[in-house]
């Protein structure tokens, strides 16, 4: 017989085991080797089968969808009837904690009941955004006053004076320091306001000269001013709107006249420069 050694002179495992799984006893290693077995199966995860029933799981029927809350909880009906409201949507034993079942944003707790009608006060969802607002202008009453019309221009049967087709419009001729018209000047320009009427996208254009002094401009300016607006007159009042009519007294003829002389206006649409080369008198 050995003898038994003593516990400080064992190995550092050894020390802890008991005499009774001493290292040379047949016994002792048995047991030393399921300890050790037991040490390596406990830090490996345990599998388990298992099994389920159809027939069981069609008896349970299908699953209710919970009702969202507006403060971010749901709601669902319990198998007795009523309906349970919480953020995890259990049906508990009536009661929670305050420290995880409680409504967000609520003092309700997690199993507080709801009636069905609380359920169909719920708002509906909007499908799609609002349609933009419609801006329309306010309505703004502004008074209108009507252009004054110019007195008409009567035919003097002593003026002398002449009309005359030009490219494009009429052109007028006074006598010497006048403006008046007689008839035959007078219907030139009415027949020229009725072809005017049919070109409602265009002006007229009335440019006017004047007898006088190249020392003293103001003078045939006055006579070529008075001799536009007695032509711009008669298409006012043959029809023509006062914005298409554009008057411009010149005076003494400059190198733009075309052949005009310092008793003739030119009366001629826009877009259309005056010319005598294809003139003759107008009856």
């Keep these: 017989m050995h003898p038994r050694p003593s516990p400080g002179s064992l190995p550092g495992t050894m020390r802890y085991i008991s005499p009774l799984f001493h290292p040379r006893s047949l016994h002792g290693l048995i047991m030393l080797g399921a300890a050790a077995a037991g040490l390596s199966l406990s830090g490996t995860a345990a599998n388990a089968q298992v099994t389920t029933s159809r027939n069981a799981l069609d008896a349970l029927g299908t699953p209710r969808r919970p009702a969202i809350l507006p403060d971010g909880g749901s709601m669902s009906a319990s198998p ?33 009941i709801a009636s069905p009608a609380a359920i169909a006060s719920l708002p509906p969802v909007a ?129 733009n006249a075309h052949g005009a002389g310092a008793d003739c206006i030119d009366v001629t649409r826009s877009g259309v420069v005056a010319s005598n080369s294809t003139g003759s008198p107008s009856r």
């Design 80 to 112: 007795s009837g009523t309906t349970t409201a919480g953020p995890d949507n259990s049906a508990g034993s009536g009661t929670a904690s305050r420290g995880g079942g409680d409504i967000p944003g609520s003092h309700a707790p997690a199993t507080a």
């Design 127 to 255: 499908t799609k955004p609002p349609d933009n607002p419609v801006l329309r202008p306010p309505e703004l009453h502004v008074p209108t006053h009507p252009f004054p019309m110019p007195p008409e221009v009567k035919a003097d049967p002593q003026a002398r004076g002449r009309a005359e087709r030009i490219t494009g419009g009429t052109r007028l001729h006074f006598a010497t320091q006048a403006a008046d018209m007689n008839s035959r000047m007078i219907a030139a320009l009415q027949t020229f306001a009725t072809v005017m009427q049919k070109l409602p996208d265009q002006h007229i254009s009335i440019t006017a000269y004047g007898e006088g002094r190249a020392d003293d401009p103001s003078t045939p300016r006055r006579v070529a001013l008075s001799r536009g607006l007695a032509a711009r007159s008669v298409l006012l009042h043959a029809g023509i709107a006062p914005t298409r009519i554009y008057v411009r007294a010149v005076g003494l003829p400059d190198e």
